[in-house]
């Protein structure tokens, strides 16, 4: 559980902790991204959202969706310690049977909607937000997209439909590690002009080093940012952030640790590996 | 077939707007379709409950898929051709496997606009939807038991596919006849132990015609209202095949994948019988209305007729399971 009054920055470095640890015993996952996306999902789950892990049903609460749903280590992690589930149960990840599966399903507290075909999280939001303005609800949604996974068509027809609506309470965190799984995803399906594009369909952009756990709760605290619009917040992270042999190196988009690789990870994230062996 | 029965896909909206006014829960989407599914009045009468998604059938269902997350019954409507493949990914993850309680209404299936030609066919819908599980399949007959469907599924939670035509078709259960439907089950229409036909949507009608015209030869055919596709009645099945020894299946759909094959599926490992699937060939059909491209495949009553007669011949030629 999460201790009160740490600092953030303490929850992200445990948070990768345990993900690691969690994809070398599980023997291969999702790193890159989930190391990419850790702050990001701290902000929102310790900072910005409203919610009550004993009521995960709860209508009122401020939704999440993990659109790029391979990156689920990390969003495991932040779920667990956020008290929707027994820290303890992390370690049934990757095993026969577990319910936790290698992307998000409703199996899992806490977890709205599976993910994991890309492309869907977006359109999910928008109905989520569209019910909770029709009703006049409070509640918020947010929804972590892949910059990879803007080449998905399915995201434009949600980005087009929630300026439509004008669901001002949906934002939109695109987590720009500008990697993918075949390479830098600016040369696999052009990402330039991202903010532009986002502007011209009717959002409000605002983008933030993705790393940058006071700036990500700021831009958070203040939404929304103009009333009416919906919000993208592009959040410039690095691919394999924290273990400093997986950053920017694409394959790392999903891998398996060696013990001696295992052991470096843990050390450049402050602990001793044999907290957690095998 | 008079021109003045009433079509289902009038029947659906009219009983989808009394659910709507009973319940306040339900909302309905759809993606440009609004005058297909005929539900302009709706979307008037209740536009706070009524979501146009444009032509985007993949964010329709999506959309849908969160107003049901967020405590919403929801209905997306559109044309069954392009629900049944456009966004059949929004319909496995966000619908099925999220178990939304979203129903994907599929207006205008089957042949029914015939001669707009293969775009607008949806005839594998049903082979496509079967496959995901959690999501039940219904084909209604006729007016009547589509009212009667749309109200079950505006009382049940959960994810499901209805098909729908789009023209009038003849009555297989006159209204307020007071008959219920409860999935799973399939109604005997008709009796005889000579052969059974597994029929569903307006198939029904042209299988009940081919029954009435073969009792007239002394030849008795039972008649199943496969309306519920998924759950499939596997009792009633397994017991016409027990007692006729002869199953042949109709449907408005191609011959892969759909009643036809869930019928076999449930036969061959329970109790295998000849059978004869009838449907559209695998082949892309020609031009031509829905009642034309019916007779030039042999739909109606008395082609259904010669194919039970030529079914009962292949029937003696083999040996009947113990």
Known sequence: MLTRGQPLTETAREVRQRLVQMIYEAKGGHIGGSLSSVEILVSLFFHAMRYDPRQPDSQERDRFILSKGHSVEGYYCVLAKAGFFPEEELSSYGKFGSFLYGHPTCKVPGVDVPSGSLGHGLGVACGMALAGKRDGASLRVFVLIGDGELAEGSIWEAVMAAAHFGLDHLVAVVDCNKLQISGPTREIMSTQNLAQRWQSFGWEVREVDGHDLDALNRVFDEVPWQVGRPQVLLAHTIKGRGVSFMENVASWHHGEMSPEQYEAAMKELGRSPEAGSR | ?322
């Open chain 2, 1 to 322: 077939m008079s021109s003045t029965k009433p079509s289902c896909r009038h029947a659906f909206s009219a009983a989808l707007l009394r659910a709507v006014e009973k319940d306040e829960r339900i909302y309905v989407v759809t993606s440009d379709s609004r005058g297909s599914v005929t539900v302009q009045g709706l979307a008037t009468r209740f536009p706070s409950r009524f979501v146009e998604a444009g032509i985007a059938e993949q964010n329709a269902v999506s959309i849908g898929a969160g107003l049901a997350k967020a405590g919403k019954r929801v209905f997306v409507c559109g044309p069954a051709s392009f629900y049944s493949s456009r966004c059949v990914d929004q319909v496995k993850v966000d619908v099925a496997y999220a178990h939304s309680d979203v129903k994907i209404i599929g207006v205008s299936g089957g042949v029914s606009y015939g001669a707009l030609g293969g775009t607008h066919h949806s005839l594998n819908d049903i082979a496509v939807m079967r496959t995901f599980p959690g999501l039940q399949v219904f084909l209604p007959c006729d007016a009547y038991q589509t009212d009667a469907l749309t109200a079950l599924l505006a009382a049940s939670v959960g994810p499901a596919y209805l098909r729908i035509g789009r023209g009038p078709v003849p009555e297989v259960y006159p209204a307020g006849c007071g008959t219920s439907f409860r999935p799973g089950t399939a109604p005997i229409l008709h009796e005889g132990t000579d052969c059974a036909i597994a029929a569903a949507g307006e198939m029904v009608y042209h299988a009940l015609g081919a029954a009435r015209l073969l009792e007239a030869e002394g030849i008795g055919v039972r008649v199943l209202d496969c309306w519920s596709i998924k759950p499939l009645d596997i009792e009633t099945v397994v017991q016409a095949a027990r007692e006729t020894g002869l199953v042949l299946s109709v449907e408005e759909h191609g011959v892969y994948g759909g009643l036809g094959a869930a019928v076999a599926e449930t036969l061959v490992q329970r109790h295998p019988v000849p059978m004869r699937i009838l449907g559209f060939p695998d082949e892309w059909l020609p031009a031509g209305s829905s009642p034309e491209l019916f007779r030039h495949f042999g739909f109606s009553a008395e082609q259904l007729a010669g194919s039970v007669r030529d079914a009962l011949e292949m029937k003696g030629r083999v040996r009947r399971s113990p």
